[in-house]
């Protein structure tokens, strides 16, 4: 099921994400896959995510396409150089996967193997490119593939980045270089993603606007300090802080955000973080 | 010893397409030993730049552009032809071409790619730093190098990890370079220069070539190096 193909027919694209675990024990990882099952259009499946070393996410695809799950690959040019995410695409197109998401990954150090090597030989620009060469039945150097593959191809943009112009600018490369759909990073302003959307209309692509569950009023005030290009407005944590059941809070505040962005984007990508059975009773309480 | 090799003409040209009045400086260091950009090349080039149409409002050999009082001497006695020129044609390694957008707010070119020499520097005391990558892409960006600029290298951008224009590894004290590459050619009204798609790099021209290991020159470096360490 190709997302692009999805947002293009007007339907309200809901993707979500589940993490691999490290080491092998996928149980719980499938539990959580299994409860979106009929309720999102596709699962991303994290890349190593903040560069802690896990399962895979090529394997994981591959186990959700097993079990009729759409997967969404996701990719970072960080632990790979361009022959190893090249042939990465091929296996994952044999594989059945289609949807792949090019992100440039978390630096090295910010990891549980700080001591590695950072690799970034391709960044999420070319690596759509690379995707789109294969395409064309041709690899990075121009050597002839025996048979070639198909993909649609994501990409991410923070849409509370400021300045906004060097994201912009990097988004509008992205589309040139082959990405037919966007996943943003988290967003707790909804007129500020207005004004984001109005500066990307001309690009003409589907974007899927990122909601991150507030666990806690402390989750926020940690992001608003840590996380570039998050900002979660001190009404959200008022209400986080006052809730007599978070749970249900961070649920309403999750669904009332998808509601007010619907009409500006495409769709929307849920990352519960830890929260993964949560997703259900968001999408629920969305209407959706 | 750093060493560099001239870009191909047709590249340089291509690189100062709208620009008519171009200032050219040149290095009495490694890059005369290099016979890339001391006065001899400096001139060469204004010829050959004369018969693409360019008026060369002035040039200037620095003693070394890697020490940076002498950057600023040296430009500093040419700065009325500096004002007027459209962009400087900067024909050292990467530090010379980084020491001048340093210290000129002007369009800078390369005129010549670094070889790598396994580590060399220069004498620049400041935070630039060239890769000797062999394929310079400062005339892309700003004059600040995204080898060395960004925490990871990367050449098409920033990730999404600038935090008020720090780095998120470590937000106290990097700035992200690509923050700093953005406002210098927003400054240089050359903002569009970002939104061209760089191609990967070559990485096999960030290898040391096998015929440098055999010069007179790598052998006295390292025979320098010995008496150092001993």
């Excluded at chain 1, 099921?1 to 999805?6: E, R, T, V, W």
């Excluded at chain 1, 005030?221 to 840590?226: A, P, S, V």
């Amino acid at each position: 099921m190709n997302i692009a193909n999805l947002a293009k027919d007007g339907k309200f694209v809901i993707t979500a994400e589940v993490g691999p675990p490290k080491g092998v024990d996928i149980k719980e990882m499938l539990d959580d896959a299994e409860l979106m099952r009929g309720r999102v259009d596709a699962i991303n499946v994290t890349d190593q995510q903040s560069s802690v070393m896990r399962l895979g996410s090529l394997a994981v695809c591959r186990l959700l396409k097993e079990k009729g799950l759409e997967p969404v690959f996701q990719m970072t040019c960080r632990d790979r150089n361009r022959i190893a995410l090249q042939s990465d695409l091929l296996s994952a197109y044999v594989l059945g996967i289609e949807n792949v998401l090019s992100l440039t990954g978390d630096f090295v150090a910010l990891g549980d193997h700080p001591k590695a090597k950072g690799v970034f030989d391709l960044d999420s620009v070319s690596l759509l490119l690379a995707a789109k060469e294969l395409e064309q039945g041709r690899d990075l150097s121009g050597n002839e593939l025996k048979g070639s593959p198909s993909f649609c191809l994501g990409a991410v943009v923070t849409p509370g980045a400021e300045p906004l112009e060097p994201q912009l600018i990097k988004m509008e490369k992205k589309v040139k270089a082959g990405a037919q759909f966007f996943q943003t990073q988290a967003v707790y302003e909804p007129e500020k993603f207005e004004m984001f959307m109005k500066a990307v209309q001309h690009l003409n692509v589907p974007v899927l606007v990122g909601i991150v569950m507030l666990r806690s009023a402390a989750m926020a005030r940690f992001m608003n300090r840590n996380v570039a290009g998050v900002h979660v407005p001190d009404s959200l944590i008022e209400e986080m802080d006052q809730a007599k059941n978070r749970t249900q809070k961070s649920i309403e505040i999750a669904a009332r955000l998808i509601n007010e962005m619907k009409p500006l984007c495409q769709g929307a990508h849920i990352m519960a973080i830890g929260w993964e059975k949560r997703v259900p009773e968001v999408l629920d309480a969305a209407g959706l | 010893m750093i060493i560099s090799e001239q870009k191909p003409l047709p590249e340089i040209v291509k690189s100062l397409e709208g620009e008519q009045n171009i200032f050219i400086v040149g290095c009495k260091g490694c890059a005369e030993a290099c016979h890339t950009g001391g006065e001899t090349e400096v001139q060469e080039m204004k010829a050959k730049l004369e018969e693409e149409g360019k008026k060369i409002v002035g040039c200037t050999v620095a003693d070394f552009l890697c020490d940076k009082a002498l950057v600023k001497f040296s430009l500093k006695a040419h700065e009325k032809e500096i004002n007027d020129a459209d962009s400087i044609l900067v024909m050292t390694c990467g530090i010379g071409v980084q020491a001048t957008a340093k210290v000129v707010d002007k369009i800078v070119h390369p005129a010549c790619n670094t070889i790598n020499t396994g580590g060399a520097r220069g004498e620049w005391r400041g935070e630039e730093r060239c890769f000797e990558c062999g394929e310079c892409l400062l005339d892309y960006t700003g004059g600040i190098c995204p080898l060395t600029a960004c925490t990871k290298s990367l050449i098409n951008g920033p990730c999404g990890g600038a935090k008020n224009g720090m780095c998120e590894f470590e937000p106290e004290t990097r700035d992200c370079g690509w923050h700093l590459i953005y406002e210098k050619l927003k400054k240089l009204g050359q903002l569009d220069k970002m939104s061209i798609i760089i191609s990967p790099k070559d990485h096999s021209k960030m290898r040391p070539p096998a015929d440098m290991r055999k010069t007179i020159l790598w052998a006295l470096e390292r025979e320098e190096e010995e008496v150092a360490t001993k």
